[in-house]
């Protein structure tokens, strides 16, 4: 990925009452904003990811030191692919950097850099609100479709509501296959997974539970459940990946074709054992996955030595 041309889909916010906000350098090194006033007299602000990265990343205070700042976040062209800026009030913006919300206040003095301050998580936005959705799901009465999983337990939906949210349950109504008949669907889940997705879409459930989490990565990639898939991965990048459940998560993102739990897991195994980690330190894991888990290890590291020089 080269870091002079970002694929950013807004360069450019303009500002109501003050003149426009642009994004200039968006890399692994350094974030540059620049704030025009009307008089077009430019303020170039510079956050530098060297020093303050671990703010960008979800649990990275915890597990990694400011200087690596966990470059191999933003190498990941997809994270920023989704960048936005939303002027919220008069002098508060929103960024969406790397798909997390910051709030940046436009000061009053000109030779004044603002912080970009961490804002809460918030969903997509959706057609109704959480609210909203939470007390829809209180209504089995009006349910109009069932799910069934392996326990065949049956979890009563409302189509009319979940059809936007989640595309693979729109695919399986709209298809008119058996399932659409009957208004039916198997899924070979556990109760507990089930409830915790369904919970999820309905808002009901707004934090993922760590000793879940794993469970949920696979269903959420095979179901096409991508809100969800993005919850998990910032529930798995900042907890702690201690004794065996490193390489647990790092086998479950690897059946689950998930890139940044396979990322976090390499580096958190390089943190805590040591540059000179080997993957043949895991006699658990299969020659095949040897391999793959020491080439992980191997880019992981050069990304660390390229970022240190």
């Known amino acids: 990925m080269t870091y002079d041309k970002p694929p950013l889909k807004q360069r450019m916010l303009r500002l109501k009452d003050i003149g426009s906000l642009s994004i200039d350098e968006c890399s692994a090194k350094n974030i540059e904003l620049t704030l025009t006033d009307k008089q077009n007299h430019p303020r170039v602000w510079n956050y530098s990811a060297k020093k303050f990265g671990t703010e960008f990343f979800p649990g990275g205070k915890r597990f990694f030191s400011a200087n690596h700042a966990c470059k191999w976040w933003f190498e990941r062209e997809s994270c920023w692919q989704g960048f936005q800026m939303v002027q919220q009030d008069t002098r508060s913006v929103v960024l969406i950097l790397a798909g997390h919300p910051y709030t940046l206040q436009i000061p009053d003095k000109a030779n004044t850099q603002p912080p970009l301050v961490r804002a809460p998580d918030v969903p997509s936005p959706v057609g109704y ?79 993922i539970p760590e000793e879940l989490a794993l469970e949920l990565l696979i269903p959420s990639k095979v179901y096409f459940l991508e809100a969800l898939e993005r919850a998990v991965e910032a529930t798995v990048t900042g907890s702690s990946l201690e004794g065996d459940r490193c390489l647990i998560s790092w086998q479950t993102a690897k059946q689950a074709d998930n890139q940044v739990i396979r990322d976090y897991c390499s580096c958190y195994f390089l943190e805590h054992v040591g540059q000179q980690a080997t993957a043949y330190l895991c006699p658990n894991l299969s020659p ?22």
Do not use: C
């Open 129 to 207: 609100g959480t609210t909203a959705l939470q007390q829809i799901y209180k209504h089995r009465e009006l349910a109009d479709f069932k799910i069934i999983d392996e326990e065949n337990k049956t979890h009563l939906i409302h189509t009319q509501v979940l059809l936007p949210l989640w595309p693979y349950l729109a695919t399986v109504v709209q298809s008119g296959m058996t399932e659409a008949q009957e208004r039916t669907l198997k899924l070979e889940f556990p109760s507990n997974v089930m409830e915790l997705i369904l919970g999820f879409l309905y808002g009901t459930v707004s934090k």
């Open 288 to 309: 095949e996955e040897l391999a793959e888990f020491q080439t992980d290890l191997n880019v992981q590291r050069a990304r660390q030595l390229m970022y240190e020089e």
